[in-house]
């Protein structure tokens, strides 16, 4: 009977040897498609954020009258009046396709049980794009600010007014679509943080 029992040990104890590197495997799967998940929800965030600030944008005109001198004299603000509210509008549709393409594709590769990103090119590629938007979208957000501060405080030494008291909503539109640029902006910093965080993992 002891002699019968012997086989029946060693193959249990060889069983368990053999679950150990089977269970660290299924552990880091696991801590990879949790990090996949962050990385697309990252990026439907930055589109969403991206399609916001592009929709507030173009809906920012309102008309009205303003006074100089005693004068009332109409005025009328709409975003294509500044170029650099139209380059911020011009950043934000790139970005918005941008996170879509790289979520859609993504999406697709999860679904398939695939990694998000397959290989080293394809990661250096994103992060380049990640980086160049960005930057794009701070260079976009900053000159749009300098423009808004202008409209809120006026000219001194000068009788052009505060615009933003009779154009109040257009302001209002123009600041808030400035703020989720920056947010998008963030987004995307966070994103390319991943990127150089997976090469010098892979």
Request: net charge positive.
């Given at each position: 009977?002891?002699?019968?029992?012997?086989?029946?040990?060693?193959?249990?104890?060889?069983?368990?040897?053999?679950?150990?590197?089977?269970?660290?495997?299924?552990?880091?799967?696991?801590?990879?498609?949790?990090?996949?998940?962050?990385?697309?929800?990252?990026?439907?965030?930055?589109?969403?954020?991206?399609?916001?600030?592009?929709?507030?944008?173009?809906?920012?005109?309102?008309?009205?009258?303003?006074?100089?001198?005693?004068?009332?004299?109409?005025?009328?603000?709409?975003?294509?009046?500044?170029?650099?509210?139209?380059?911020?509008?011009?950043?934000?549709?790139?970005?918005?396709?941008?996170?879509?393409?790289?979520?859609?594709?993504?999406?697709?590769?999860?679904?398939?049980?695939?990694?998000?990103?397959?290989?080293?090119?394809?990661?250096?590629?994103?992060f380049?794009?990640?980086?160049?938007?960005?930057?794009?979208?701070?260079?976009?957000?900053?000159a749009?600010?300098?423009?808004?501060?202008?409209?809120?405080?006026?000219?001194?030494?000068?009788?052009?007014?505060?615009?933003?008291?009779?154009?109040?909503?257009?302001?209002?539109?123009?600041?808030?679509?400035?703020?989720?640029?920056?947010?998008?902006?963030?987004?995307?910093?966070?994103?390319?943080?991943?990127?150089?965080i997976?090469?010098?993992?892979?």
């Amino acid at each position: 009977m002891v002699s019968e029992q012997k086989p029946a040990a060693l193959e249990c104890s060889g069983s368990t040897r053999m679950s150990g590197p089977l269970v660290g495997d299924g552990e880091k799967t696991n801590r990879r498609r949790r990090t996949e998940v962050m990385l697309l929800i990252l990026r439907g965030l930055c589109m969403g954020s991206s399609v916001v600030s592009l929709s507030l944008m173009i809906t920012a005109k309102q008309s009205s009258s303003v006074s100089i001198y005693g004068f009332h004299l109409p005025v009328h603000s709409k975003w294509t009046f500044s170029p650099s509210y139209e380059f911020l509008v011009g950043v934000s549709v790139a970005v918005a396709a941008h996170s879509l393409l790289q979520l859609l594709i993504g999406t697709s590769r999860f679904l398939r049980a695939s990694s998000v990103i397959p290989s080293r090119k394809h990661a250096w590629v994103i992060f380049a794009g990640d980086q160049a938007f960005a930057y794009a979208l701070m260079s976009a957000g900053s000159a749009a600010s300098g423009v808004t501060n202008l409209n809120r405080t006026g000219i001194r030494h000068t009788p052009l007014p505060n615009f933003c008291k009779p154009l109040h909503k257009f302001c209002d539109h123009v600041a808030i679509s400035i703020a989720f640029n920056f947010i998008s902006c963030f987004l995307l910093a966070t994103s390319a943080v991943h990127d150089v965080i997976w090469l010098s993992q892979h």
